[in-house]
């Protein structure tokens, strides 16, 4: 399986490379104001917006905010990285437990990684089951590929919003 690779304050991850429609350098993000504490703002993606989803925070990681530039003549800078990337993606919310006059068939949202480590091919007999219980984690934390002495958490990144917060977006 072919994976995306990125790295969260020092913990490997990877997602399907099947599950993304879409890789994109790091855009503008602009602010959303008095929505879900989830998104973490919108991307107008060729006249389309798309709510964006911080990977890292939904991961429980901390976001630093860059320092205040000292003098006038010093640029500000942006919250997020180079290495920062934007998946688009598309998830299908026919299989959501919420009735679906209440959802849309499929919703696309961009989706903000830190990190990124490019493409990497990782073999079956490399993936092991998480070491916590299914019921005690995340939905998509999903596997652990460990080889060449480096573990990569494996992310269903298609199920990162659950059936409240999918219920939430237009």
Excluded at 69 to 84: H, V
Excluded at 111 to 124: A, Q, R, T, Y
Excluded at 130 to 156: C, W
Aim: glycine share 6%.
């Amino acid at each position: 399986m072919e994976i995306l690779h990125f790295s969260i304050d020092d913990v490997d991850y990877g997602c399907d490379l099947a599950d993304i429609d879409e890789i994109l350098n790091m855009a503008t993000i602009q602010a959303m104001t008095q929505g879900p504490d989830f998104i973490a703002g919108l991307l107008n993606l060729r006249g389309c917006l798309l709510p964006v989803i911080d990977l890292s925070q939904m991961l429980g990681h901390h976001r630093e905010l860059p320092p205040p530039p000292i003098s006038a003549d010093e640029p500000l800078l942006g919250l997020y990285k180079d290495n920062c990337r934007l998946f688009v993606i598309e998830i299908d919310n026919t299989e959501s437990s919420i009735s679906p006059s209440e959802l849309k068939s499929t919703n696309r949202l961009a989706v903000i990684i830190d990190g990124w480590m490019g493409l990497k091919e990782i073999n079956d007999e490399d993936e092991q089951s998480s070491v916590v219980e299914a019921t005690e984690r995340l939905d998509y934390i999903h596997k652990l590929s460990v080889s060449e002495g480096s573990t990569i958490q494996l992310i269903r990144i298609k199920q990162i919003l659950d059936s409240q917060q999918l219920a939430m977006l237009a």
